[in-house]
Each structure stands twice: as C-alpha cells, then as structure tokens.
C-alpha cells in the first residue's frame, strides 16, 4: 500500500473550509448542528448551566463566548461579583433606567414599546449583555401584587400588543429577550410554594396570550420559567407548559431559562424543558451557596447519569441545540453593533415613554396644568425619593434620576421665573436610599414624626394656590416589591389622613400618586385632580413635570381595573388569595375561582363600579366620537374592519385611544361581558378630526374551548362597542358570522 503524505497546512485547512459552524451565510440550523458534532460531552453540559451569578460559559475551544445575562426589565442592572451578590463596584455600569412596565403599557402605543426595546438593547450591548432578564407579562390579577410594576396590567390582548415590538426592538440589537415569568406567577407572596389551579379557559384567554404573542409574532429567543408550581409541577420544569405548549405547540425554538433558584428536580430538569439553569440555591435575589455551579441539577449530576445510561443524550442535544441557536443570534453575531450608554437618544426615550403613559385620573374645575401664577406648595416622601433603587432584581444604578420635586423647580421657574416652588415633607415612609449594596441620592433620613410633618405641611398649605401632594408607594419590601405582595390596599404612612388635612385648609388639591398599582382613595371626592404617575426612572422628574405644566398633554390610559376596596376584586371577594396550605405547609395551593373573570371583566360580570376604570385616563383637552361603522370583511383571512371618526374638541393638540371591545351576545360557554380586541392612539390638533379603523381577527371572537382543545368561534350574533375605556363605551354596532 502506498503511503500518501499530505503536507501540514492541509490538515490546518480543511477544518477551518469546514467550519460551517462560523459561516454566518450558512442557516442557523446548519450551524447549530456542526457546532453541535464538534462539542464534547463537557463542553454541552457546561453551557447549559451558570458558571457565576449572571453567565453561562461557551466554548472557548470553538469561540463561543460567554452568554452574559442581566436584570431587566427597566434598564441593565449593574454587575455584581461573579460569585457574590456584592456590587462589582465597575464605573461603567450605571444606566439610563426606562419607565416600569406598568406605564409603558399605560402609553397604549405599540411605537413606544418598540423604541423602549431599541433602547434597552443598546444600552445592553455596550454592557455585553447577550440576554437581557424581561421583559414581563404576568397578568395584574390582584393590586396587592408585588411586582405588578413590572408587568403590563391585567388585559392579555394590550399585554400582547405592547410585549411584541419590545422584544422585536431589543432582539433588532441581537440582543435576547427572556420573557418571564411564564407562567401564573401572579402574586409574590409564597413565590416558591403557590401551587396554582385555574382552569383551562383562564390560562388560555388569560394567562397566557401575552406569552403565546411573545413567542409567536415577536420571535422571542428566550423565556424564563416562573417559580410558582401548575398541576404541582415548578414551571421551570413544567411538562405542560414548556413541552406540551411552549415547544410542541407554539414552536418556541429558543432557550427556557430558569428563574434564579426555580430549579429543583434534575429527573425533571432534562426531561420537562428547561434548557439553561441559573440562580440555583438562591432564593434569586441576595442569598446563595458559593460556587455551587458544578452541583447544579443540569451539571455533573446530569453528566454522571449520561455516563451510566440512566439518559442518553437525546435531552442533552435538544438543549445544547437551543442554546447554540440562542449564540448565533446575539453573542456569535458579527454584525451586531457595539452600542452606547447614557445617551441623550435613551434619555429623551425614556421622557417620551413616560410622559405618554402618566394617567391623568382627575382634574375638576381644570385645576392642572398648574398655572404660572400660582403659589404652589409640593408635600410628600415622593417628591424627594429615589424610586430607581429597591423593588428586587429590577433595582438599577443609573448615572442620574430626576427627583419629581427638581424636575417641577426647574420647569416652574421657566413658566414663572418670579417665583419659587415650597416644600415640605408631609409624611415619613421608607428612608432607605440603597439596595443591594447600590447607595445613591441624598438623605431622606427624618426624625418629626406623622403628626408633625402633617401639621407643618397644613401650615404651609393655608397660604399655597395649589398643593402638589407626592405620595403613593415605593419599593421597600411589601410595598412594589420583589419576594413579598402589599399587605394593605390602603395607602401607607398615614397618607390618607395628611390627604384629608390638606383637604380641609386647600381645595385645590393635586395628589400624584407614585406607584405599580392601584390604590384605596377614600378622600377622593374631597380632592379635584389626581395624577398617577408611575415608577418612571431617569427622567421622573422631568416626565412628571411635563405633564403637572401642560407641557406635555397627557395621553396614558389605565391598564388595569382600578377598584374602590380590594373586597371589589375577584380573587379577593372570592377568598383564593393567598391560597390554602396543605397539612405539611410545604405547598400553597391557590385556586383562581373568578377564572376568565379577571379586572374589567369581573367588573362588568358583578357590576361593581370601579373608581377608574380599565382604559381610563383624561385629556387637557377633549375628544368626541362618531358611530362606529363596519367597512369591510376578509372571510378569508377572518378579518374584519371597523371605522369611526374622532374630534379633537378642545383647545389643544392632544391624543385619545380609541379602544374596541367585543361582546358574543349569546354561548354555549361564559363569556366576559366584553374583551379588548383592538385600539388605536390617535395624535389630533384642536378642532381636527381623523378616521380610525380597528381590525380584528377569528381570535377576537373566540374561546377557548377545552373539549376541543381549540379556539371556537360560535356562530351568532355578536356586537363590537367602541369607547375611550371599558366604563365609557360610545357606540355599538351588532354583525354575525
Ligand atoms: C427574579 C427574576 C430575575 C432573577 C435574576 C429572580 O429573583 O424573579 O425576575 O430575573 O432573579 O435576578
């Protein structure tokens, strides 16, 4: 036989012709499948675990780099050390922090989402973010709900809408989403024990829209298990939810990624679809065992019983596969950007976002915007408090954060360089300036107490034209807070009785209350405006200030239910919060007895009048609707169209959404009085008039149907109401299909 000697550059050559894995021209599942023939059995089990609080490793044999995750969903969270929860202490982590959820769905404006999801992710390159933890879309099921700020309210379908073009606009950066916390992770309290029951009806037409639209039409590359338990099963490795709907049904080729500690089975780990673990043995936010990483259930455990056939690699491969695949998107990307931080663009983003989703709740007798002349008096903790530190894994250290009482001092001294803004305290709540070792902004420390504050406060308000109250909530533990819900509806630290004092000496109050979710109003007919105002970040200060001077007409609109007692809403009238522990207490089981009847819909179905209703927020000028018309029908697609004319009738330029719901008079099933199907926020000058048409699809008409398993369009009459919110509903026109 004749041996052949092949000179040595051929062999250097012929991998690398080969190495279609790097061929960003080559399909990414062709990709993923020759990274995959190449990688060894430690290298796949290492890239499906953490390797420090925040990373899993790649393959640096291959090239792959680290997959760096961060904390979300309101700007990029600053590092911690690689083992500790401790700050790293870098000088170039600090961040433009972007409105809370809550009120970027309260903008009802699908472009703002978009931006906000752009911006995020440039802010997350330059930090070398793969992943970014967010955003969330839990349902507001209960205001007492500790992380509803982070979410985008209680309707699936402006969940839906406002969740997509986020993530499209972060993953344009080829930066991934990981839309969390999926799924029923409703309420804090018991995170880790609430075991939830709920029909199939609810987690499909409630639950779990949002999540579907997240994957279906905004393509997200990653989704984070919840912590809390369905069918007695975690949702970090649920086979329902992330087998059976997630991958086989919706098709989600990304990766599922555990909530921080939500992993505690490694049979069910490689089995019911979890793909990346992290966190694990931290209850996710500041304890944890040290460099636990090889002990994770995904780690040598995993390996060792590969290595003695317990599981063949079959599990392994599909996870490594997804996890690849999520590297060709972000981090193998070459053509992705190298981004920007702090920048003038994401702080006049972050302006615009908030000041199109501040509420405008009242405002009798036209007391805002605040007039020039005005002597204004400004009250409260609010007005001086840091709201960007605290809360839990959304806390962020942002290079700066405009106080509500600065950005109104330098806005009013434009309108009116004459003359100065007073303020005093009012209350004393929460006086903690830190969190997790992030200390920023300047002493709120008080000593006077309640009662004196109060009185200094009713002093000063006797002499003001206008008095600008400051209160609400904050993000101290059991109030907007990581970990635990609110333990009252009431607002905290005697709030209501400085409200009623002030009341009593001023009648022209303006109370701007600072917070996730609803609260109790017991003075509110004995206050003429109220403004709800958000956790809204860098730009609070000045967002607020725009709108409180008219500078900005407000345009945000309510989206969730804003009951009167918390008796008034469904979880808590039927008594299934926080649940019912079983006899070891290992377990709460929390059964969701309203079922689809969640926010308006309980509203509507109980006839209960709540203070504001879903959808609801006002104008510094007015609107008038015309008659809702259909004009015209895709049988085909299932689509059909409806048109009405809008007026702007005020006296200046403004924004009205207009909001479609539709009813099925008559079901073989219970049906919700009406459900959000379609809206459109319209921009008018004084005087002008624009057509809005509002489509809407088979879905919009259906339900879910758990015989079938499928969503059923009876046939039969139905109507489509039009309106500027659930409770103002202007016009009707019936149709049948
Ligand atoms: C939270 C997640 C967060 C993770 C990492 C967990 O406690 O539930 O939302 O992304 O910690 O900080």
């Given amino acids: 036989m004749r041996v052949i000697f092949l000179p040595f550059y051929f062999f250097t050559f012929l991998p690398l012709t080969a190495q279609v894995y790097l061929d960003e021209t080559k399909p990414i599942e062709q990709r993923v499948e020759d990274a995959l023939q190449r990688m060894t059995l430690d290298e796949k089990i290492a890239i499906i675990h953490a390797q420090s609080k925040f990373s899993a490793p790649g393959v640096k044999r291959l090239g792959i780099p680290d997959m760096w995750t961060d904390d979300g969903p309101h700007g990029v969270r600053p590092d911690v050390l690689w083992d500790e929860w401790e700050q790293a202490g870098q000088t170039n982590d600090s961040c433009v922090a972007f409105p809370a959820l809550t009120c970027l769905a309260a903008t009802w404006n699908p472009d703002m989402a978009r ?336 009662a004196e504050l109060r009185a200094e406060a009713v002093e000063k308000a006797k002499q003001a034209d206008v008095v600008i109250v400051f209160g609400g909530l904050n993000k101290a533990d059991y109030q907007d807070c990581e970990g635990h819900d609110r333990q009252q509806y009431e607002l905290p630290y005697e709030q209501n009785e400085l409200v009623e004092a002030l009341a009593q000496v001023n009648k022209n109050i303006v109370f701007v209350n600072i917070s996730g979710n609803a609260v109790a109003m017991p003075w509110i007919d004995k206050v003429p405006a109220i403004v709800q105002g958000w956790f809204i970040g860098s730009e609070a200060g000045n967002a607020l200030a725009d709108v409180l001077t008219g500078r900005v007409n407000p345009s945000g609109k309510l989206p969730f239910t804003w009951y009167r007692q918390l008796s008034d809403v469904g979880a808590h009238s039927l008594g299934t919060y926080p649940g019912t522990w079983r006899p070891a207490h290992d377990i709460i089981d929390e059964e969701y007895k309203e079922d689809i009847f969640v926010g308006y819909r309980w509203a509507d179905k109980k006839k209960v009048k709540p203070l504001f209703p879903f959808g609801y927020g006002l104008s510094y000028t007015t609107f008038k609707l015309g008659k809702l018309t259909p004009v015209s029908l895709d049988e085909g697609k299932g689509e059909r169209s409806f048109s009405i004319d809008i007026t702007n009738t005020g006296s200046v330029a403004g924004a009205e959404t207009v909001q479609l719901y539709i009813s099925d008079l008559k079901s073989s099933v219970d049906r919700p009085l009406k459900e959000l199907k379609a809206f459109k926020k319209v921009w008018l000058q004084p005087g002008e008039t624009k057509t809005v048409t509002l489509t809407i699809d088979r879905r919009a008409l259906s339900f879910w149907n758990p015989q079938t398993n499928e969503w059923t369009v009876e046939p039969g009459t139905f109507e489509a109401l039009v309106g500027t919110s659930a409770g103002n509903i202007t016009s009707k026109v019936r149709f049948t299909i």
């Fill in 115 to 450: 931006l906000y999801g752009i911006s995020l992710g440039e802010e997350a390159l330059y930090r070398g973010k793969g992943m970014i933890l967010g955003p969330g879309v839990n349902i507001n099921r209960t205001p007492l709900g500790g992380r509803n700020f982070e979410y985008m309210g209680e309707d699936p379908f402006l969940a839906a809408r406002m969740v997509v073009p986020y993530i499209q606009g972060l993953q344009s950066k080829g930066v991934s989403a990981c839309v969390k916390h999926y799924a029923l992770n409703n309420d804090e309290e018991y995170r880790h024990q609430v075991n939830v029951i709920v029909s199939d009806r609810a987690l499909r037409e409630i639950y779990l829209p949002a999540f579907e639209a997240a994957v279906r039409e905004g393509g997200a590359w990653a989704i984070m298990g919840a912590y809390n338990l369905y069918k007695n099963q975690h949702n970090c490795h649920n086979e329902i939810l992330l087998n059976k709907i997630l991958k086989q049904e919706w098709g989600f080729d990304g990766v599922v990624v555990s909530d921080w500690g939500g992993t505690h089975d490694m049979d069910q780990a490689v089995r019911y679809g979890l793909d990346m673990e992290f966190g694990t043995w931290t209850d996710g936010l500041t304890m944890g065992a040290t460099n636990a990483y090889d002990n994770y259930y995904l780690a040598l455990s995993y390996k060792r019983a590969i290595q003695e056939g317990r599981y063949t690699t079959q599990e392994l491969d599909e996870k490594v596969r997804r996890v690849l695949r999520l590297h060709f998107r972000t981090t193998m990307n070459h053509h992705r950007g190298y981004g920007f931080l702090c920048s003038e663009s994401h702080y006049a983003a972050a302006r615009r976002i908030a000041g199109e989703g501040i509420v405008l709740l009242k405002n009798d007798r036209g007391i805002l915007p605040i007039r020039k002349e005005s002597k204004v008096l400004v009250v409260g903790e609010n007005a001086i408090k840091m709201m960007t530190v605290g809360g839990g894994s959304s806390s962020l250290k942002v290079q700066r954060e405009v106080l509500p009482l600065d950005g109104l001092t330098t806005q009013f001294s434009i309108l009116n360089p004459q003359s100065s803004i007073d303020y005093v305290r009012g209350y004393v709540g929460d006086t903690v300036q830190s969190y997790n070792g992030v200390t920023v902004g300047r002493s709120i420390a008080e000593r006077r107490s309640n």
